[in-house]
């Protein structure tokens, strides 16, 4: 029996007291890129039981013994110091001790040379994470169970769509309320209620490092072009449920939460009568 962990590129650099990620530190990586380490990591830890593929995604893959231990999903380092994320577990050593000794390799690699020559951020860690104990991911389970249709790239949420025999399917330019995207759940009988029909989806946010601008960009971007078209769907019940993952956290919304009413707080001075 063996396990699997995603291992994506980072830059890691050193403050004052911590580790913390670069602004621009989630990696990506050319396919020459990915076979030159996935080779030179079979040379260097020959004999070891870990191999490191390519498998088409921004991360490597990392396959070895059982362990249970996984580190947080990389985004989580944008908020949050290198220590804070590091593998969790009761096997949680031995993985930490395979990245230090991953860190000790990728020192002065050739490849790390080769991208500062031409100005890009060495590979200073593969981060090691999804392969179990991890919190987010029966949040990601428990969203997708519910809805049939995934927007979004994502390695680990690609995977699981895979395991469920599915495709997740790109963000478009534009999430429109009255898009053709938004449509009523196959099965469903025409003459039924329209706005009971749709179904639930989920959206991912992008990764933020990965595009120009960061995490503000990334925001600003998703607030605009598909959460407020999502929104306005699930408040006219063109869509049964909004799932958004952004990270490690997961939300819900409903047509039911929409219509709400919340009683306005009374002022201040009303409380000293």
Same mark, same amino acid.
């Given at each position: 029996m063996v396990h699997h962990w995603f291992a994506t590129p980072l830059h890691l650099f050193a403050g004052l007291d911590s580790v913390h990620l670069h602004p621009a530190g989630l990696l990506e990586l050319s396919a020459a890129e990915q076979q030159l380490l996935?080779?030179?990591?079979?040379?260097?830890?020959?004999?070891?039981?870990?191999? /490191?593929? *390519?498998?088409?995604?921004?991360?490597?893959?990392? *396959?070895?013994?059982? /362990? +249970?231990?996984?580190?947080?999903?990389?985004?989580?380092?944008?908020? +949050? *110091?290198?220590?804070?994320?590091?593998? +969790?577990?009761?096997?949680?050593p031995a993985l930490k001790r395979l990245a230090s000794e991953i860190e000790l390799w990728l020192h002065q690699h050739p490849l790390n040379r080769e991208r500062s020559s031409r100005g890009a951020l060495p590979v200073t860690a593969l981060w090691l994470w999804g392969g179990g104990d991890a919190e987010p991911a029966a949040m990601v389970e428990a969203a997708m169970s519910r809805a049939p249709r995934v927007y979004g790239a994502d390695s680990y949420v690609a995977a699981l769509c895979r395991l469920r025999g599915e495709t997740a399917l790109p963000l478009p330019v534009r999430l429109d309320a009255e898009s053709a995207l938004l449509v009523p759940a196959r099965g469903v009988r025409a003459d039924r209620d329209a706005r009971d029909a749709g179904d639930a989806i989920v959206l991912l946010a992008p990764t933020p490092a990965l595009v120009e601008g960061g995490i503000t960009a990334v925001l600003s971007d998703f607030e605009q072009h598909w959460l407020a078209g999502a929104l306005h769907a699930v408040r006219t019940r063109r869509i049964r449920a909004l799932h958004c993952l952004l990270g490690a956290r997961a939300y819900r919304l409903t047509w039911r939460q929409c219509i709400r009413v919340w009683r306005a707080r009374a002022p201040w001075w009303e409380g000293l009568s």
């Open positions: 996935a080779a030179d990591f079979a040379r260097v830890f020959a004999g070891a039981p870990w191999v /490191l593929s *390519t498998i088409g995604e921004r991360e490597l893959l990392l *396959t070895g013994p059982p /362990l +249970r231990a996984s580190a947080s999903e990389p985004e989580e380092l944008l908020a +949050r *110091t290198a220590d804070a994320c590091m593998a +969790r577990g009761a096997d949680a």
